[in-house]
């Protein structure tokens, strides 16, 4: 049978130890103690049936045995810590795919990415639009979702940041579409059909009534945006989503922003082993979400 190699401890002790002949310095070294650079010499020593070194006044001298040993101990080590490096390369620079739903992405993520690859070029961070329930593990690492739905037990759910909602138009209509803090009655109303209840949820959290608007549907939300920096009409707006037209003054929010209850989530996989990117990039954008946490 093949004999039980000697303590792994005891040999990173030794090589130190060999490559600085001096049981001070190795200890310095390894942050260890004198006596356990001796003591696991010792062992080596006692184990192999030769003595390593030579001591003479508290210096030390490998002997042939021990020179032969600290070869073989070199070249082992630096082939671990080579796999290791190798190992840590491929898991930090495996790709990460992010699912996430499609105007948060074309409007809060992909305009604050370039800040990430500049902090991170070593992680290869993959998005696609997805909304609703999602299978992670198949494709997808990481989704970023609104918890307008169920959300699966099976996925941690990690608290992003809350959903604010007002209505928002090209600033020079305001005075077109709004007087006195109210939404005027022939304002158009831009609707979507991916969230098809924007504007009852505002109404029922600002008590304004929405009767005899002039109204327009589009098919996706962001499509309902755009149409209100176009001039076409008022747009529910997320404050997350605008918040970058709010700043270029592509857009104006006269009755400002309300929390309608709902929050932005992201899910992982609970059990599935994680890749390095994955973790610097959930890191990021939590840190992220903290920041623009509040309207």
């Given at each position: 049978?093949r004999?039980?190699?000697?303590?792994?401890p005891?040999?990173?002790c030794?090589?130190?130890?060999?490559?600085?002949?001096s049981?001070?310095k190795a200890a310095?070294q390894l942050n260890?103690t004198?006596?356990a650079?001796s003591r696991?010499?010792?062992?080596?020593?006692?184990?192999?049936?030769?003595?390593l070194?030579?001591?003479?006044?508290?210096?030390?001298f490998?002997?042939?045995d021990?020179?032969?040993?600290a070869q073989a101990?070199a070249y082992?080590?630096?082939h671990?810590e080579?796999?290791?490096?190798?190992i840590r390369?491929?898991?930090?620079?495996?790709?990460?795919?992010?699912?996430?739903e499609?105007?948060?992405m074309?409007r809060?993520?992909i305009?604050?990415?370039?800040?990430?690859h500049a902090?991170h070029?070593?992680?290869?961070?993959?998005?696609?639009a997805?909304?609703?329930p999602v299978a992670l593990g198949?494709g997808?690492?990481l989704a970023?979702?609104?918890?307008d739905?169920?959300?699966?037990?099976?996925?941690?759910?990690e608290?992003?940041?809350?959903e604010?909602?007002?209505?928002v138009?090209?600033?020079?209509l305001?005075?077109r579409?709004?007087?006195?803090?109210?939404?005027?009655?022939?304002?158009?109303?831009?609707?979507?059909?991916?969230?098809s209840s924007?504007?009852?949820?505002w109404?029922?959290?600002?008590?304004?009534?929405?009767?005899?608007?002039?109204e327009?549907?589009?098919e996706?939300?962001?499509f309902?945006?755009?149409?209100?920096?176009?001039?076409l009409g008022?747009a529910?707006?997320p404050?997350?989503?605008?918040?970058?037209d709010?700043r270029n003054?592509?857009l104006?929010?006269?009755?400002?922003?309300?929390?309608?209850?709902s929050?932005y989530?992201?899910?992982?996989?609970?059990?599935?082993p994680?890749?390095a990117a994955?973790?610097?990039?959930r890191?990021?954008?939590m840190?992220?979400?903290?920041?623009d946490?509040m309207?």
């Open positions: 049978m004999r039980q190699i000697t303590s792994l005891a040999l990173e030794f090589r130190a130890a060999a490559e600085l002949e049981f001070s310095d260890l004198h006596g650079i696991a010499v010792r062992l080596l020593e006692e184990d192999l049936g030769t003595a070194f030579v001591r003479r006044n508290r210096a030390v490998l002997t042939d021990g020179r032969q040993l101990v082992g080590f630096d671990i080579g796999a290791i490096q190798s390369a491929a898991r930090i620079q495996a790709p990460v795919t992010v699912s996430c499609p105007t948060l074309m809060w993520l305009p604050r990415m370039a800040g990430f902090r070029p070593e992680c290869d961070i993959r998005l696609v997805g909304g609703g198949d997808i690492d970023i979702r609104r918890d739905f169920d959300l699966p037990a099976s996925y941690p759910a608290f992003l940041f809350a604010w909602i007002g209505p138009c090209r600033p020079d305001q005075t579409f709004f007087d006195q803090g109210q939404l005027r009655s022939d304002a158009p109303l831009l609707h979507s059909r991916t969230r924007a504007w009852r949820d109404s029922g959290l600002s008590r304004e009534g929405l009767a005899a608007h002039p327009q549907q589009f996706h939300f962001y309902s945006l755009q149409a209100a920096i176009a001039g008022v529910i707006g404050w997350h989503l605008v918040r970058d709010l003054g592509l104006a929010a006269p009755l400002s922003f309300r929390q309608d209850g929050s989530v992201l899910l992982a996989a609970g059990k599935a994680g890749k994955q973790g610097v990039f890191n990021w954008l840190a992220l979400a903290q920041e946490s309207p």
